[in-house]
Protein backbone atom coordinates (compact mmCIF):
# COMPACT_ATOMS: atom_id res chain seq x y z
CA UNK A 1 0.00 0.00 0.00
CA UNK A 2 1.32 2.76 -0.86
CA UNK A 3 1.49 6.32 1.61
CA UNK A 4 -1.53 7.74 -0.57
CA UNK A 5 -3.32 4.67 -0.10
CA UNK A 6 -2.72 4.59 3.78
CA UNK A 7 -3.38 8.56 4.31
CA UNK A 8 -6.99 7.88 2.33
CA UNK A 9 -7.47 5.07 4.55
CA UNK A 10 -6.78 7.08 7.74
CA UNK A 11 -9.01 10.01 7.13
CA UNK A 12 -11.56 7.86 5.88
CA UNK A 13 -11.29 5.87 9.25
CA UNK A 14 -10.96 9.07 11.45
CA UNK A 15 -14.44 10.23 9.40
CA UNK A 16 -16.06 6.74 10.52
CA UNK A 17 -14.99 7.31 14.14
CA UNK A 18 -16.42 10.64 14.42
CA UNK A 19 -19.89 9.38 12.07
CA UNK A 20 -19.97 6.34 14.72
CA UNK A 21 -19.28 9.17 17.96
CA UNK A 22 -22.00 11.70 16.84
CA UNK A 23 -24.64 8.60 16.65
CA UNK A 24 -23.62 8.01 20.24
CA UNK A 25 -24.23 11.41 21.69
CA UNK A 26 -27.50 11.92 20.44
CA UNK A 27 -28.68 12.14 23.56
CA UNK A 28 -25.97 13.22 25.28
CA UNK A 29 -26.10 17.22 25.65
CA UNK A 30 -23.21 18.71 26.31
CA UNK A 31 -20.16 20.79 24.58
CA UNK A 32 -17.44 19.19 22.13
CA UNK A 33 -13.84 19.49 22.34
CA UNK A 34 -11.22 19.17 19.74
CA UNK A 35 -7.20 18.54 20.58
CA UNK A 36 -5.50 19.73 18.41
CA UNK A 37 -6.72 21.86 15.43
CA UNK A 38 -3.91 21.30 13.18
CA UNK A 39 -4.94 22.34 9.50
CA UNK A 40 -8.36 22.83 10.54
CA UNK A 41 -10.31 20.26 8.84
CA UNK A 42 -11.93 17.96 11.52
CA UNK A 43 -13.16 21.07 13.35
CA UNK A 44 -14.89 21.37 10.07
CA UNK A 45 -16.23 18.49 9.91
CA UNK A 46 -17.38 18.69 13.78
CA UNK A 47 -19.10 22.01 13.29
CA UNK A 48 -20.82 20.75 9.76
CA UNK A 49 -22.07 17.53 11.70
CA UNK A 50 -23.01 18.96 15.33
CA UNK A 51 -24.73 21.79 14.31
CA UNK A 52 -25.47 24.04 17.75
CA UNK A 53 -23.29 22.35 19.63
CA UNK A 54 -20.30 24.73 21.39
CA UNK A 55 -17.08 23.58 20.43
CA UNK A 56 -13.62 24.18 22.18
CA UNK A 57 -10.46 23.90 20.32
CA UNK A 58 -6.92 23.11 21.87
CA UNK A 59 -3.39 23.89 20.30
CA UNK A 60 -0.08 24.87 20.99
CA UNK A 61 -0.63 27.91 18.47
CA UNK A 62 -3.02 28.45 15.48
CA UNK A 63 -1.88 27.24 12.12
CA UNK A 64 -5.66 26.28 10.00
CA UNK A 65 -7.19 27.69 7.29
CA UNK A 66 -8.60 30.79 7.92
CA UNK A 67 -12.17 29.33 7.47
CA UNK A 68 -11.69 27.33 10.30
CA UNK A 69 -10.16 29.13 13.01
CA UNK A 70 -12.24 29.26 16.07
CA UNK A 71 -13.36 32.25 17.79
CA UNK A 72 -11.29 33.71 20.51
CA UNK A 73 -13.30 32.49 23.48
CA UNK A 74 -13.78 28.93 22.22
CA UNK A 75 -10.20 28.46 21.37
CA UNK A 76 -7.56 27.31 24.44
CA UNK A 77 -3.67 27.66 23.42
CA UNK A 78 -1.02 26.40 24.93
CA UNK A 79 0.23 22.98 26.17
CA UNK A 80 -2.61 20.56 26.31
CA UNK A 81 -1.65 19.62 30.09
CA UNK A 82 -1.93 22.83 31.27
CA UNK A 83 -5.04 24.12 29.05
CA UNK A 84 -7.03 20.69 29.45
CA UNK A 85 -7.66 21.23 33.45
CA UNK A 86 -8.18 25.05 32.62
CA UNK A 87 -10.95 24.14 30.36
CA UNK A 88 -12.23 21.54 32.94
CA UNK A 89 -12.16 24.57 35.70
CA UNK A 90 -14.23 27.31 32.95
CA UNK A 91 -16.37 24.82 31.70
CA UNK A 92 -17.29 22.12 34.28
CA UNK A 93 -17.64 18.36 33.58
CA UNK A 94 -20.52 18.84 30.92
CA UNK A 95 -18.42 17.34 27.37
CA UNK A 96 -20.28 15.19 25.34
CA UNK A 97 -17.56 14.36 22.98
CA UNK A 98 -13.78 14.82 22.91
CA UNK A 99 -11.24 13.83 19.80
CA UNK A 100 -8.17 14.09 20.43
CA UNK A 101 -5.06 13.85 18.08
CA UNK A 102 -2.11 14.78 19.27
CA UNK A 103 0.56 12.95 19.34
CA UNK A 104 4.03 12.37 17.54
CA UNK A 105 6.28 10.53 16.01
CA UNK A 106 7.57 9.54 19.04
CA UNK A 107 5.42 7.04 20.45
CA UNK A 108 6.75 6.67 23.87
CA UNK A 109 6.08 10.42 24.16
CA UNK A 110 2.83 9.88 23.14
CA UNK A 111 1.81 7.21 25.31
CA UNK A 112 3.15 9.48 28.78
CA UNK A 113 0.75 12.05 27.05
CA UNK A 114 -1.85 9.79 26.89
CA UNK A 115 -1.80 8.37 30.55
CA UNK A 116 -1.55 12.26 31.63
CA UNK A 117 -4.62 12.93 29.51
CA UNK A 118 -6.84 10.13 30.27
CA UNK A 119 -7.86 10.75 33.93
CA UNK A 120 -8.63 14.65 32.63
CA UNK A 121 -10.32 13.70 29.74
CA UNK A 122 -12.87 11.27 31.61
CA UNK A 123 -13.83 13.80 34.58
CA UNK A 124 -14.32 16.59 31.67
CA UNK A 125 -16.94 14.09 30.33
CA UNK A 126 -20.51 13.50 31.28
CA UNK A 127 -21.49 9.74 31.72
CA UNK A 128 -22.31 8.54 28.31
CA UNK A 129 -19.89 10.89 26.11
CA UNK A 130 -17.50 9.25 23.80
CA UNK A 131 -14.03 10.31 23.26
CA UNK A 132 -11.80 9.54 20.07
CA UNK A 133 -8.39 9.44 20.52
CA UNK A 134 -4.95 8.76 18.33
CA UNK A 135 -3.52 7.20 21.26
CA UNK A 136 -4.99 4.07 24.13
CA UNK A 137 -6.53 5.73 26.56
CA UNK A 138 -6.58 3.14 29.70
CA UNK A 139 -8.92 4.45 32.74
CA UNK A 140 -11.57 3.01 34.70
CA UNK A 141 -14.19 5.08 33.78
CA UNK A 142 -13.32 4.84 30.48
CA UNK A 143 -15.16 1.56 28.56
CA UNK A 144 -13.94 0.76 24.90
CA UNK A 145 -16.75 0.57 22.49
CA UNK A 146 -16.28 -1.13 18.97
CA UNK A 147 -14.47 0.76 15.90
CA UNK A 148 -16.97 1.33 13.13
CA UNK A 149 -16.30 -1.38 10.25
CA UNK A 150 -13.47 -1.06 8.09
CA UNK A 151 -11.40 1.13 10.73
CA UNK A 152 -8.10 -0.84 11.74
CA UNK A 153 -8.27 -1.60 15.56
CA UNK A 154 -5.21 0.46 17.02
CA UNK A 155 -5.49 3.24 14.13
CA UNK A 156 -8.64 4.73 16.39
CA UNK A 157 -9.93 4.12 19.38
CA UNK A 158 -12.84 5.02 20.93
CA UNK A 159 -14.35 4.73 24.37
CA UNK A 160 -17.57 6.00 26.42
CA UNK A 161 -17.46 7.52 29.86
CA UNK A 162 -19.14 5.13 32.41
CA UNK B 1 -19.66 19.08 2.81
CA UNK B 2 -16.59 19.52 5.29
CA UNK B 3 -12.86 20.42 4.43
CA UNK B 4 -12.25 16.92 5.87
CA UNK B 5 -15.20 15.40 3.31
CA UNK B 6 -13.63 17.56 0.48
CA UNK B 7 -10.11 16.55 1.07
CA UNK B 8 -11.15 13.28 1.12
CA UNK B 9 -12.86 13.66 -2.07
CA UNK B 10 -10.00 15.28 -4.19
CA UNK B 11 -7.42 12.51 -2.99
CA UNK B 12 -9.64 10.03 -3.89
CA UNK B 13 -9.84 11.81 -7.02
CA UNK B 14 -6.21 12.11 -7.73
CA UNK B 15 -6.07 8.75 -7.19
CA UNK B 16 -8.49 7.06 -9.46
CA UNK B 17 -6.64 9.56 -11.80
CA UNK B 18 -3.47 7.86 -11.24
CA UNK B 19 -4.95 4.94 -11.92
CA UNK B 20 -6.25 5.66 -15.33
CA UNK B 21 -3.16 7.13 -16.13
CA UNK B 22 -1.46 3.93 -15.41
CA UNK B 23 -3.73 2.08 -17.82
CA UNK B 24 -3.30 4.48 -20.75
CA UNK B 25 0.26 4.37 -20.62
CA UNK B 26 0.43 0.19 -20.61
CA UNK B 27 1.66 0.64 -23.86
CA UNK B 28 4.24 3.51 -24.00
CA UNK B 29 7.35 3.37 -22.98
CA UNK B 30 9.11 6.01 -21.14
CA UNK B 31 9.85 7.95 -17.68
CA UNK B 32 8.30 9.33 -15.51
CA UNK B 33 7.71 12.59 -14.13
CA UNK B 34 6.02 14.33 -10.97
CA UNK B 35 6.15 17.68 -10.98
CA UNK B 36 5.64 18.82 -7.29
CA UNK B 37 7.02 16.39 -4.76
CA UNK B 38 5.56 18.32 -1.61
CA UNK B 39 4.88 15.41 1.19
CA UNK B 40 5.94 12.68 -1.38
CA UNK B 41 2.71 10.45 -0.95
CA UNK B 42 1.97 10.66 -4.63
CA UNK B 43 5.76 9.91 -5.60
CA UNK B 44 5.06 6.75 -3.25
CA UNK B 45 2.38 6.03 -5.23
CA UNK B 46 3.32 6.28 -8.62
CA UNK B 47 6.69 4.43 -7.30
CA UNK B 48 4.55 1.61 -5.73
CA UNK B 49 1.80 1.37 -9.20
CA UNK B 50 4.70 2.03 -11.99
CA UNK B 51 8.01 -0.23 -10.49
CA UNK B 52 10.26 -0.57 -12.87
CA UNK B 53 9.68 3.00 -14.60
CA UNK B 54 12.45 5.56 -14.20
CA UNK B 55 10.65 8.74 -12.22
CA UNK B 56 12.10 12.12 -11.84
CA UNK B 57 10.94 14.22 -9.40
CA UNK B 58 10.83 18.40 -9.46
CA UNK B 59 10.24 20.81 -6.63
CA UNK B 60 11.49 23.86 -4.94
CA UNK B 61 13.05 22.28 -1.72
CA UNK B 62 12.68 18.67 -0.35
CA UNK B 63 9.76 18.69 2.52
CA UNK B 64 9.09 15.17 1.63
CA UNK B 65 8.57 12.05 4.44
CA UNK B 66 11.95 11.05 4.96
CA UNK B 67 10.74 7.25 2.99
CA UNK B 68 9.82 9.46 0.03
CA UNK B 69 12.96 11.34 -0.75
CA UNK B 70 14.17 10.33 -4.40
CA UNK B 71 17.93 10.04 -5.19
CA UNK B 72 19.80 12.65 -6.34
CA UNK B 73 19.93 11.55 -9.46
CA UNK B 74 16.10 11.77 -9.82
CA UNK B 75 15.69 14.87 -8.19
CA UNK B 76 15.87 18.35 -9.93
CA UNK B 77 15.33 21.13 -7.64
CA UNK B 78 14.56 24.79 -7.96
CA UNK B 79 11.76 26.78 -10.03
CA UNK B 80 9.77 24.64 -12.20
CA UNK B 81 10.54 26.78 -15.16
CA UNK B 82 13.79 26.59 -15.14
CA UNK B 83 14.35 22.93 -14.71
CA UNK B 84 11.69 21.32 -16.51
CA UNK B 85 13.51 22.46 -19.20
CA UNK B 86 16.77 20.91 -17.96
CA UNK B 87 15.28 18.13 -17.53
CA UNK B 88 13.71 17.89 -21.78
CA UNK B 89 17.18 18.91 -22.75
CA UNK B 90 19.33 16.02 -20.47
CA UNK B 91 16.37 13.01 -20.41
CA UNK B 92 14.89 13.83 -24.03
CA UNK B 93 11.25 14.01 -25.00
CA UNK B 94 10.90 10.49 -23.81
CA UNK B 95 8.20 10.69 -21.12
CA UNK B 96 4.88 8.65 -20.56
CA UNK B 97 3.35 10.22 -18.05
CA UNK B 98 3.80 13.82 -16.10
CA UNK B 99 1.90 14.17 -12.64
CA UNK B 100 1.88 18.19 -12.00
CA UNK B 101 0.26 19.31 -9.13
CA UNK B 102 2.40 22.79 -8.49
CA UNK B 103 -0.45 25.29 -8.22
CA UNK B 104 -1.00 27.53 -5.25
CA UNK B 105 -3.99 29.24 -3.95
CA UNK B 106 -3.33 32.63 -6.45
CA UNK B 107 -5.08 31.16 -9.72
CA UNK B 108 -3.99 33.86 -11.65
CA UNK B 109 -0.53 33.33 -11.16
CA UNK B 110 -1.62 29.44 -11.46
CA UNK B 111 -2.96 30.17 -14.96
CA UNK B 112 0.10 32.03 -15.99
CA UNK B 113 2.36 28.75 -14.64
CA UNK B 114 0.06 26.47 -16.69
CA UNK B 115 0.63 28.72 -19.89
CA UNK B 116 4.11 28.26 -18.86
CA UNK B 117 4.47 24.65 -18.41
CA UNK B 118 2.34 23.48 -21.21
CA UNK B 119 4.13 23.39 -24.22
CA UNK B 120 7.68 22.08 -22.38
CA UNK B 121 4.99 19.39 -21.05
CA UNK B 122 4.08 18.59 -24.59
CA UNK B 123 7.83 18.21 -25.49
CA UNK B 124 8.80 16.16 -23.04
CA UNK B 125 6.21 13.61 -23.60
CA UNK B 126 6.24 10.84 -25.98
CA UNK B 127 2.87 10.05 -28.25
CA UNK B 128 0.28 8.35 -25.93
CA UNK B 129 1.76 9.37 -22.77
CA UNK B 130 -0.34 11.10 -20.59
CA UNK B 131 -0.41 14.38 -18.74
CA UNK B 132 -2.46 14.80 -15.02
CA UNK B 133 -3.09 18.70 -13.51
CA UNK B 134 -3.96 20.02 -11.39
CA UNK B 135 -4.62 23.14 -13.57
CA UNK B 136 -6.56 23.32 -17.12
CA UNK B 137 -3.42 22.38 -19.72
CA UNK B 138 -3.94 23.89 -23.05
CA UNK B 139 -1.84 22.99 -25.78
CA UNK B 140 -2.79 21.64 -29.66
CA UNK B 141 -0.60 18.99 -28.61
CA UNK B 142 -2.39 17.96 -26.04
CA UNK B 143 -5.78 16.22 -26.14
CA UNK B 144 -8.21 15.95 -23.12
CA UNK B 145 -8.76 12.42 -22.40
CA UNK B 146 -12.37 11.47 -19.93
CA UNK B 147 -11.80 11.80 -16.19
CA UNK B 148 -12.30 8.97 -14.30
CA UNK B 149 -15.89 8.30 -13.09
CA UNK B 150 -16.77 10.31 -9.64
CA UNK B 151 -13.81 12.85 -10.27
CA UNK B 152 -16.00 16.28 -10.75
CA UNK B 153 -14.77 18.03 -13.95
CA UNK B 154 -12.11 20.83 -13.03
CA UNK B 155 -10.82 19.34 -9.88
CA UNK B 156 -7.75 17.65 -11.81
CA UNK B 157 -7.18 17.20 -15.95
CA UNK B 158 -6.34 14.77 -18.07
CA UNK B 159 -4.73 15.02 -21.73
CA UNK B 160 -3.02 13.20 -24.06
CA UNK B 161 0.13 14.01 -26.35
CA UNK B 162 -1.17 13.77 -29.99
Not at 28 to 50: A, C, I, K, P, Q
Not at 69 to 85: K, M, Q, S, V, Y
Not at 124 to 152: C, F, N, T, W
Amino acid sequence: MSRLDSFIRRLQAQRACLTEAVAHIRDVDGFVLELGLGNGRTYDHLRDRLPGREIYVFDRQVNAHPDCIPAADHLFLGEITTTLPQALAKLGPNAALVHTDVGTGDQKSNERLAATLAPIIRSILRVGGIVISDQALKHPGLSPIALPEGVKPGRYFMNKAV
